[in-house]
Nanobody, 122 residues
Framework: QVQLVESGGGLVQPGGSLRLSCAISGKILRVNVMAWYRQAPGKGRELVAAVNSDGITNYSDSVKGRFTISRDNTNNTAALQMNSLKPEDTAVYYC????????????????WGQGTQVTVSS
């Protein structure tokens, strides 16, 4: 069973920084895309940033230039460095990964972490 565990959330003042981490555990052959989503109260879940296995990144317009997604293919981890945080960044942040399972036939599974709260407030 594939599990994703996030860490690094918390309370920060506007303009501050936080770093989120995500670790994948379980039997997998390969990790394809890794991504961070967020869900603010009363809103739907939105894609914040994604990185594929070649290191190509994509960001939502709302975080471009402030957030940086990275990954470590050796350890199957991902991180989201968040700078210049704004109150509107307040949300639960979720890690998501598309992984190839060692099954016959091969299967792709999309796993989610449990979420970590980020609150930006003075």
């Amino acid at each position: 069973q594939v599990q994703l565990v996030e860490s690094g959330g918390g309370l920060v003042q506007p303009g501050g920084s936080l770093r989120l981490s995500c670790a994948i555990s379980g039997k997998i052959l390969r990790v394809n895309v890794m991504a961070w989503y967020r869900q603010a109260p009363g809103k739907g879940r939105e894609l914040v940033a994604a990185v594929n296995s070649d290191g190509i990144t994509n960001y939502s317009d709302s975080v471009k230039g402030r957030f940086t997604i990275s990954r470590d293919n050796t350890n199957n981890t991902a991180a989201l460095q968040m700078n210049s945080l704004k109150p509107e960044d307040t949300a639960v942040y979720y890690c998501n990964a598309g992984v190839i399972l060692p099954t016959a036939p091969l299967k792709i599974s999309y796993a989610w972490g449990q979420g970590t709260q980020v609150t930006v407030s003075s």
